[in-house]
């Protein structure tokens, strides 16, 4: 009998099966598809776009205001095609905003994680399903139409972790 570990597959093309979890842990998924974006907490959009573009290169392809969510925001991408992800700039419109009180308690820097996932109503489900808390009953509107909902950073070892269902590509 075999008892060397076996070597990590490499994943496949999006969309394709990464091959066998090398834990040999049985993984029921809830539908993830990607890493949508890294939201970043700053102060003040306009500088932080200037800096992420003079600094990186990044090109700005988003801007706008979630009256809902408290900020103004901004998507830069991260590389040339836009299935590479992008990082979001998450300003406060005002001091009562959870992205203020979130700088006032760490200052600026990560803020959330967010995943893509095919159907959000299904995948919150399941995560409820699983024991991990959700913090809206029903999905809200997140950028550019799409639907959201984020998991208790005490649930998700720490990290405030936002699923994103994109807006049908009719809407957008």
């Given amino acids: 009998m075999n008892t060397q570990p076996t070597p990590a597959q490499p994943a496949g093309p999006a969309g394709s099966d990464p091959g066998p979890d090398v834990?040999?842990?049985?993984?029921?998924?809830?539908?993830?598809t990607r890493i949508d974006h890294v939201g970043m907490a700053v102060a003040d959009l306009d500088e932080a776009i200037g800096f992420y573009q003079r600094t990186f290169g990044m090109a700005c392809v988003h801007i706008e205001e979630n009256r809902e969510q408290g900020v103004r925001e901004a998507m830069m991408a991260v590389g040339p095609d836009p299935a590479g992800g992008h990082l979001q700039l998450l300003?406060?419109?005002?001091?009562?905003?959870?992205?203020?009180?979130?700088?006032d308690r760490n200052g600026?820097?990560?803020?959330?994680?967010?995943?893509?996932?095919?159907?959000?109503?299904?995948?919150?489900?399941?995560?409820?399903?699983?024991?991990?808390?959700?913090?809206?009953?029903?999905?809200?509107?997140?950028?550019?139409?799409?639907?959201?909902?984020?998991?208790?950073?005490?649930?998700?070892?720490?990290v405030l972790v936002e699923l994103v269902e994109p807006a049908p590509a009719a809407e957008r």
């Fill in 91 to 103: 300003a406060p419109l005002d001091s009562s905003s959870m992205i203020a009180r979130f700088l």
């Fill in 23 to 32: 834990t040999g842990a049985l993984v029921s998924g809830i539908g993830l």
């Fill in 108 to 158: 600026p820097g990560v803020q959330q994680l967010a995943y893509t996932v095919e159907d959000l109503d299904a995948a919150s489900a399941e995560l409820r399903s699983r024991g991990v808390r959700l913090l809206y009953n029903t999905a809200k509107r997140g950028t550019a139409g799409s639907r959201v909902n984020f998991v208790f950073p005490a649930d998700a070892g720490g």
